[in-house]
């Protein structure tokens, strides 16, 4: 299949991959919306090296501790000494069993480290808003004092402060603009490997679209009773002329009259015609002896 027959079927499937589409949209509104709404609290420390020699080792030292201190943060040693540090937060948020401990942490803080340029920046997500700024500040005091399970300060290294925690005003989480953006993404490249797997099915459902539309364009599927007249209203007969004066429509048929003798089609001349006691002028024959009353006419004998 070349591109411009695949273009081709790409348009006249377009209601499949809008399909696809809506199906992806729903599904991805769901996910998100089933997820809790958390906030996020931003805020970024700086490692000092007063002592150091040359721009060298401060670049490698700084790399160093800041993949350090970013792979503690995430440890459990580091949560169990944020439980126990005097810092004011909710600690029944992290309630529970190690592993589950662990798991919900994982998902509330997220560090990351700037190389050699010696920045880390640490996000929190929290379904509330101030306990995610609590929390921030918290893991901020931890790591400038020192009072970690790794010592972050000595007289070499010394950490601070260069942008205070600042919470966002909505829910980041889920990021329901870029799940919807994805959710269109999917959808899009689903619908259309459905009609590169299928294209006949594809040219059939086009093939009976367009037959459907030519039948409906026509008159006599557009109104079935277009080239009938209304139904009029049925009026009696007052000349009594159409058998006991029943209801007739003269639209439609006219009351039955007789034809003049003179119109009458002539009986054959083997035939008794008598006009007064029929409409067409023929009269049975009366039955023979033979057919009369004889039983041996049925068994035939």
Excluded: C
Aim: glycine share 6%; charged share 20%.
């Amino acid at each position: 299949m070349d591109n411009k027959d695949f273009q081709k079927l790409l348009k006249q499937g377009r209601g499949t991959v809008v399909a696809f589409i809506l199906f992806f949209l729903i599904i991805g509104l769901i996910v998100s919306l089933a997820q809790p709404l958390k906030y996020k609290s931003n805020s970024r420390l700086l490692i000092v090296q007063p002592n150091a020699s040359d721009a060298y080792t401060v670049a490698r030292s700084n790399e160093y501790i800041g993949n350090l201190t970013v792979g503690v943060i995430s440890s459990g040693s580091f949560l169990d000494a944020l439980k126990n540090s005097k810092a004011v937060f909710d600690r029944n948020y992290f309630a529970g069993n190690y592993k589950d401990s662990i798991k919900k942490w994982n998902k509330t803080v997220f560090a990351r480290s700037g190389g050699d340029t010696g920045i880390i920046e640490i996000e929190i997500y929290h379904t509330d808003k101030k306990e995610a700024e609590r929390l921030s500040l918290a893991v901020n005091d931890l790591i400038v004092s020192g009072a970690g399970p790794y010592r972050f300060k000595s007289d070499q290294n010394l950490i601070t402060v260069i942008d205070q925690p600042v919470v966002s005003s909505f829910p980041v989480k889920p990021n329901l603009p870029l799940n919807l953006t994805l959710s269109l993404v999917f959808g899009f490249l689903a619908g259309a490997s459905y009609i590169y797997l299928f294209p006949e099915r594809i040219r059939a459902q086009a093939k009976a679209k367009k037959r459907k539309k030519i039948m409906a364009s026509a008159p006599v599927y557009q109104n079935p009773y277009a080239y009938q007249p209304a139904a009029p209203t049925p009026t009696a007969d007052p000349n009594n002329n159409n058998y006991g004066g029943y209801f007739t429509y003269p639209e439609y048929t006219e009351p039955y009259q007789e034809p003049p003798l003179a119109e009458r089609p002539t009986p054959p001349v083997n035939l008794p015609f008598s006009p007064e006691t029929n409409f067409g002028g023929y009269e049975p024959q009366e039955l023979g002896p033979e057919f009369r009353g004889n039983i041996n006419n049925v068994i035939g004998e």
